[in-house]
């Protein structure tokens, strides 16, 4: 059996979390839909192919999905050996994932990264089991 990974979603420092605003800004069945690809990224990790997931640029890899006609993509990043952070989402409207959402998902595993160590995360997640 191959290594489960875990999927977190980036949080601010403020607590801002842009994937959980996306996605509760989503009909039911859409969110439906959006968990079921989580899962599959959880599941497979970097082996999820095309069309579901892709290499971006500079370890930013992008989830794809059609949701109600509008292309909608998860940027997310591997860390930790066993970690997915998905910093945020949007509608995809031009043919190329705009830089300045592959600047964001770079800004956010920066912060993300100035914050958090293996353990610290391991901790925060146990903590929110409880």
Not at 4 to 26: A, L
Not at 28 to 38: D, E, T, Y
Not at 46 to 54: E, G, H, K, Q
Request: charged share 30%; hydrophobic share 35%.
């Amino acid at each position: 059996m191959s290594q489960k990974w875990t999927v977190v979603y980036y949080e601010d420092k403020e607590g801002n979390c842009p994937t959980s605003e996306f996605i509760d800004s989503r009909s039911v069945n859409n969110q439906a839909k959006i968990m079921a690809l989580i899962d599959q990224l959880e599941q497979h990790g970097p082996n999820l192919p095309r069309p579901y997931a892709d290499f971006l640029t500079d370890s930013i890899h992008e989830l794809r999905l059609k949701l109600s006609g509008d292309q909608v993509r998860f940027l997310y990043f591997f860390t930790f050996r066993h970690y997915i952070i998905i910093t945020h989402a949007f509608i995809k409207n031009v043919q190329k994932v705009p830089s300045r959402e592959i600047k964001r998902a770079i800004s956010c595993r920066e912060d993300f990264l100035s914050r958090f160590t293996e353990e610290k995360l391991r901790r925060r997640l146990n903590d929110e089991e409880l």
